[in-house]
């Protein structure tokens, strides 16, 4: 993975929020589990708030990063707030990604903007 930013590799390497949310009350996928771009994102909303947040993907580095700071982006935030969020941002928050790579924020942000909106 040389040449990728630090924030991507910290989340690659080590990423968070990841797996089934057993309490989740919406919940929402872009892909085919077992094939590359899937991602899943799961949640617990409560009183307007993103209690928790996880997420599973079906990917390398950049799909692992992306799930994993856009859970911590949005874990404890209110739905509106976070209705905004763009693969943009993500991508400016992983301090980018190569151009190769950018549909992975989309793959995230796609489940996520589907499962608020529900």
Not at 27 to 47: C, H, I, N, R, W
Not at 72 to 90: P, S
Request: with cysteine.
């Amino acid at each position: 993975m040389a040449g990728y930013w630090e924030t991507v590799l910290l989340h690659a390497e080590s990423p968070g929020n990841v797996g089934w949310l057993d309490d989740a009350n919406a919940a929402a996928t872009k892909g085919s589990p077992g094939s590359p771009p899937f991602m899943a994102t799961y949640l617990q909303v409560e009183d307007g708030r993103l209690a928790e947040a996880r997420y599973r993907t079906f990917g390398r580095g950049p799909a692992i990063a992306v799930g994993s700071l856009l859970t911590e982006m949005i874990a404890g935030r209110r739905i509106d707030d976070r209705l905004t969020l763009t693969d943009q941002d993500l991508t400016e928050a992983l301090g980018g990604l190569p151009p190769e790579k950018t549909w992975c924020a989309g793959v995230a942000i796609s489940p996520l903007r589907k499962t608020l909106q529900e």
